[in-house]
């Protein structure tokens, strides 16, 4: 099973890529536990509440998984460096269980989303002007860790041909 995870920083594509990628491999995507969390907490959060987070998103994956063991490919809308560089930013500092999950081999590919696409406003994000600097925090952290990653930037078309021949290219 070919496990892909879209990272980089608030409203930029990441959750559309996800849409578009499980439509065109004809796959279910794992949605973004940090958003159903903090629905629940009306967007309140602190430091020991990203913990929480990066279990649920692992929950997610391994229960996707284990629901769909014949799948060629799993798509999370999200990864933990995601959670990472975020408690870095706001914290300055990431808890030893985040930086674990991160460590892991969980995906084979990450997709670093740029933020050339207009800001789209939700009550849940936080970060309409460091889009950028996080950009740079997230490739910086995609290297740190030795990750295994693209940039993707453009139009959905262009970003999602670049996908589908990076993951093609895993698949051979």
């Known amino acids: 099973m070919l496990k892909i995870a879209l990272t980089g920083p608030e409203s930029s594509g990441k959750t559309t890529l996800s849409e578009l990628l499980a439509k065109h ?3 279910d995507f794992i949605p973004e536990f940090a958003r159903e969390y903090l629905e629940q907490t009306n967007g309140r959060y602190e430091k020991t509440d990203l913990a929480k987070i990066a279990h649920g998103q692992l929950r997610n994956i391994l229960s996707f998984q284990q629901k769909h063991p014949t799948r060629k490919i799993v798509i999370s809308d ?3 460096i995601v959670i990472g560089v975020w408690s870095e930013y706001k914290y300055g500092s990431i808890e030893k269980e985040i930086n674990a999950l991160i460590q892991s081999t969980i995906f084979d ?3 670093l989303c740029e933020p ?3 800001w789209e406003k939700d009550d849940l994000r936080e970060n309409p002007v460091d889009r950028y600097d996080l950009f740079i925090r997230y490739k910086e952290a ?3 860790y030795g990750k295994n990653y ?3 930037n453009g139009s959905n078309e262009k970003r ?3 996908i589908i ?3 093609e290219n895993l698949q051979k």
């Open 25 to 27: 491999f004809e796959t």
């Open 78 to 80: 999200t990864d933990f």
């Open 109 to 111: 590919l990450h997709i």
């Open 116 to 118: 050339d696409i207009p």
């Open 142 to 144: 995609l290297n740190r």
């Open 150 to 152: 693209i940039v993707v």
């Open 160 to 162: 999602l041909k670049k």
């Open 165 to 167: 021949e990076a993951i």
